[in-house]
């Protein structure tokens, strides 16, 4: 426009960085659980850990979604807009039914506190309840509800089940994104529905009442 010579520089493009989730040890799971203060966020971190939900699906998870007769949870509207079925662990089911005898909300799995109809648990309570267990269990690692979640996926792994089955049942797009998981631990073939009830059974929890 002014008629004169600009210089254009060469756009670099900064190298992209792939970082590593930190991951729980089972062990460290049973802990967090066991030692988490209050009965819904123990029902809460258990239900993310044991069939790898991501903090919205769990938080939105309806009484009607959780189905005991086939023993299966429907997710719905996840990441993407899809809905996806995920196995119910007998423990978690047991944990969830004991639960939702404390407040009988007839819609929500995990309603919120304020009694109001389409409240649900507050988010914001459910990070900074998992923050500070973390830190009373002296844990030194970087953990968010959503790490859980990367815990159920690698612990699978490391149990054998074969990484297309991961892969569904985190409702990746893309088997690269599940990939990643292979990086932390090694891969086998095993039933799925196996292997998250024995993730789940061997869990050292101490707080469960007999219902």
């Keep these: 426009m002014l008629n004169q010579n600009w210089e254009w520089l060469n756009i670099v493009k900064p190298p992209q960085v792939n970082r590593l989730p930190d991951i729980l040890t089972p062990t460290e799971v049973a802990i967090v659980i066991s030692l988490t203060h209050k009965l819904r966020y123990q029902v809460f971190f258990l239900t993310i850990y044991s069939m790898g939900l991501r903090l919205g699906e769990a938080i939105s998870l309806q009484v009607g979604d959780v189905d005991s007769q086939i023993m299966q949870v429907h997710i719905r509207n996840a990441k993407g807009g899809k809905d996806r079925l995920i196995p119910l662990p007998q423990r978690t089911l047991l ?56 815990s159920y996926a690698t612990h699978l792994l490391e149990q054998g089940l074969d990484l297309r089955s991961v892969q569904s049942l985190l409702g990746h797009n893309s088997l690269n994104t599940t990939a990643r998981y292979t990086r932390l631990t090694q891969i086998t073939r095993k039933n799925t529905v196996e292997a998250i009830n024995q993730l789940t059974d061997d869990l050292a929890l101490k707080w469960e009442c007999n219902v």
């Design 95 to 150: 944990a969830l039914r004991y639960y939702w005898q404390t407040h009988r909300h007839p819609r929500l799995m995990f309603p919120g506190k304020d009694g109001k109809p389409d409240s649900m648990i507050d988010k914001g309570g459910i990070q900074k309840a998992l923050k500070r267990v973390i830190a009373e269990c002296n844990i030194h690692k970087s953990i968010s509800p959503h790490n859980l979640r990367h």
